[in-house]
């Protein structure tokens, strides 16, 4: 599976943007697709996550509420709409698929979770 994120930008604060990460080659009912952002100098951290067969989601709490991802089957893509965005939500953001099948929200926040990472794209909110 090859991963290609999309959507990034120069936003202000309380601006939205949709980020988008198409998928090449096939994602199955099990797997499970995930964004997280990488800020500098800082860990990589968990975002959201997606069930590919049934849409069940999970959130960061620095996220929940602002933040939807969802995704499209015909397209093989998964979309993260972000809204209210803050400064602090500047970061390099990443998707990412766990062929592991779904579990619990403290296990699929878990980027070790991840076998395949595609290469990000740059978000920037300015105050």
């Known amino acids: 599976v090859q991963l290609q994120a999309s959507g990034g930008g120069l936003v202000q604060a309380g601006d939205s943007l949709r980020l988008s990460c198409a998928a090449s080659?096939?994602?199955?009912?099990?797997?499970?697709v995930g964004w997280f952002r990488r800020a500098p100098g800082k860990e990589r951290e968990f975002v959201a996550v997606?069930?590919?067969?049934?849409?069940?989601?999970y959130y960061a709490d620095s996220v929940k509420g602002r933040f939807t991802i969802s995704r499209d089957n015909a397209k093989n893509t998964v979309h993260l709409q972000m809204d209210s965005l803050k400064p602090e939500d500047t970061a390099n953001y990443l998707c990412?698929?766990?062929?592991?099948?779904?579990?619990?929200?403290?296990?699929?926040?878990?980027?070790?979770?991840?076998?395949?990472w595609g290469q990000g794209t740059l978000v920037t909110v300015s105050s």
């Open positions: 990412a698929v766990s062929t592991g099948g779904w579990s619990t929200a403290q296990v699929l926040s878990n980027r070790i979770r991840y076998n395949y």
């Open positions: 080659g096939r994602i199955f009912s099990s797997y499970a």
């Open positions: 997606i069930n590919w067969s049934n849409g069940v989601t």
